[in-house]
């Protein structure tokens, strides 16, 4: 209802206010207020709102990040065919030479819109890194708004009005608002977010663990996430770059916390050679990935490679906290080298109600496990002790997006209610 009434407060109070005029100008209007609302709502949403990623979590905030950016171009579209329609002069607007102020900011605002969703919807790296093209994305979406809110500012009539005008305003304010707190307080200012490095620990030849321990007066009391969330970390209190990792720990250990990584890339790399005592920090934690609060009397937990990090933090947390549900986790992978936490798993065994599926797509001659897909024949033989009409069985799935795509589809063939499946994918564009 929030979302829908920032959307489209602005063009109702705009058609309650402005009375009776001929339809293109209204449309004109229209079109253009809910363009610029879409903006600033799709700016909000992947701007580590920490309330919005614990209501949502983050692919339903990601997809209507995206959703908003596609609704905004097509009515930024619509929005310069009305301003034409009404008047088929004003084609002029769109010539710098000969514009205004305020029609060379629209097309500005345009152009960068434009070139914003072209590579936002080939998800274009420009054959660098992900953080090319993270910031390439980021200066255009600035662009865009800036050039928008001049547009706005230099036409002058909506803005004027004395009750759409500061209901404007008030939405420059609450982006503003949201992008400092983004930008500049956390970053600059927020002293938790330093930790210190306490080991990096091998898991595997590909797969490190990094220990973080929370630094001076903020190292204990309370618990600082919820199993399954994740935080971006970053080497250099400024650094530009910085990268999210899911917190492996458990969330009852509050001195310190852990995430295991696998070295793919520089920046995971570098993660590999920090030494003890090293700062680093942390922005967090995000997410609705978790377990906590979930009424499920079972939870299953299918997890594909290092996807099992979440997972591992909601079984620690179980164990530590006594939890005395059953739990399921079936862990899918390349190879026997890609098995992690096996020795640790075992422990948990006596400690919860776990039971460990292991499922192989290149197995040796000698694996006697499951192999291949996880499928409905393999999901049914594992939870078959589950299948009880008062159990609610909750689902929770980690891992590259094809293992997800195919996992809910094995789900919804079992007949698994939506609400009772829970995905985190690993892709952030």
């Known amino acids: 209802m929030v979302l829908v009434a920032v959307l489209a407060g602005p063009a109702l109070l705009w058609l309650l206010r402005s009375g009776p005029q001929p339809l293109w100008r209204q449309l004109s209007v229209v079109t253009g207020l809910l363009a610029l609302s879409a903006m600033v709502v799709a700016a909000t949403l992947p701007s580590r709102v920490r309330s919005l990623s614990r209501a949502l979590g983050l692919e339903t905030l990601l997809a209507l990040h995206r959703q908003l950016g596609v609704l905004a171009g097509a009515l930024v579209a619509a929005h310069l065919a009305t301003v034409i329609a009404a008047d088929p002069t004003r084609v002029t607007l769109l010539d710098p030479l000969v514009a205004p102020a305020r029609g060379i900011a629209a097309t500005g605002a345009s152009i960068a819109l434009t070139v914003l969703l072209v590579l936002a919807l080939r998800r274009s790296r420009h054959r660098g890194t992900h953080e090319v093209w993270r910031w390439l994305h980021l200066l255009l979406a600035a662009a865009v708004l800036g050039a928008s809110a001049l547009h706005v500012l230099w036409l002058g009539h909506v803005v004027a009005d004395a009750v759409l005008g500061p209901v404007l305003a008030g939405l420059g304010v609450l982006l503003l608002a949201v992008l400092v707190s983004r930008w500049l307080m956390r970053a600059v200012f927020d002293q938790r977010s330093e930790f210190r490095v306490q080991e990096v620990r091998t898991e595997s030849p590909t797969v490190s663990t990094l220990v973080l321990a929370r630094r001076g007066r903020h190292s204990g009391g309370g618990t600082w996430f919820r199993p399954g969330q994740?935080?971006?970390?970053?080497?250099?209190?400024?650094?530009?770059?910085?990268?999210?990792?899911?917190?492996?720990?458990?969330?009852?250990?509050?001195?310190?916390?852990?995430?295991?990584?696998?070295?793919?890339?520089?920046?995971?790399?570098?993660?590999?050679?920090?030494p003890p005592g090293e700062p680093v920090w942390l922005d967090g934690p995000y997410g609705a990935f978790t377990t906590d609060g979930v009424p499920g009397t079972g939870l299953v937990l299918i997890a594909g490679g290092v996807g099992i990090t979440p997972m591992m933090s909601m079984l620690r947390t179980a164990a530590d906290r006594g939890d005395r549900r059953p739990y399921r986790l079936v862990v899918h992978a390349r190879d026997r080298a890609d098995l992690l936490f096996r020795a640790e798993l075992a422990q948990l065994r006596t400690r919860l109600d776990l039971r460990v599926t292991e499922v192989l797509r290149r197995p040796a001659l000698d694996w006697d496990g499951a192999t291949g897909?996880?499928?409905?024949?393999?999901?049914?033989?594992?939870l078959i002790d589950l299948d009880d009409p008062h159990r609610r069985v909750d689902y929770f799935v980690c891992g590259n997006p094809r293992l997800v795509t195919d996992v809910l589809d094995t789900l919804t063939a079992l007949g698994v209610p939506e609400n009772r499946v829970h995905t985190e994918q690993f892709h952030h564009v």
């Not at 409905?376 to 594992?382: D, I, P, R």
Request: hydrophobic letters at 40%; zero cysteines.
């Open 373 to 382: 897909p996880i499928d409905t024949s393999l999901l049914a033989a594992t």
């Open 230 to 274: 994740f935080a971006w970390l970053r080497l250099e209190r400024h650094a530009v770059e910085e990268h999210p990792f899911t917190i492996a720990s458990s969330a009852q250990d509050t001195g310190r916390v852990e995430f295991t990584v696998r070295h793919t890339g520089d920046f995971a790399g570098r993660l590999r050679d920090l």
